[in-house]
């Protein structure tokens, strides 16, 4: 598939959620950002060096904490494990809700079904872990 298709098929999978894809889209093309209640999910449609085109979507759920960091993690990775279809992440400081997968063979029902996913996930688990552990989410 080119990458356009798949741009266009993110964008109508924006609009069936009831959001202007227009306003979504950043400043690099293949990449948008909205938000579910106050998560905030990224979606990102790109070319590895590998050659293989992904479509990524992630959204940032807590900042680690300073203190409890044993606990926190420990609480992360057993919730990891009940997760559907996504992962948890940890990139720098931040802990991410992450789905990623080839293009290829991709159509709109996967599309919206890990947007969906995503968004619900970061949408109930930033708050919560804002809530027990405090910090940013």
């Not at 759920?61 to 990891?80: C, D, G, R």
Request: overall charge negative.
């Amino acid at each position: 598939m080119e990458l356009q298709e798949i741009y266009d098929l993110v964008e109508s999978c924006i609009t069936d959620l009831g959001v202007d894809p227009k306003n979504c889209r950043t400043d690099k093309p293949g990449q948008w950002d909205l938000f579910k209640g106050s998560a905030k999910v990224m979606i990102d449609v790109f070319t590895h060096d590998n050659g293989w085109s992904y479509l990524q979507v992630l959204a940032p759920i807590a900042k680690i904490p300073v203190n409890q960091k044993t606990e926190f993690y420990e609480e992360v990775l057993e919730k990891n494990h009940s997760l559907y279809g996504v992962g948890m992440t940890k990139f720098k400081e931040w802990i991410y809700i992450k789905a990623i997968r080839e293009v290829e063979g991709l159509d709109k029902s996967e599309v919206m079904a890990t947007l969906n996913r995503v968004g619900n996930y970061a949408d109930e688990l930033d708050d919560y872990y804002k809530n027990k552990y405090g910090g940013e989410a």
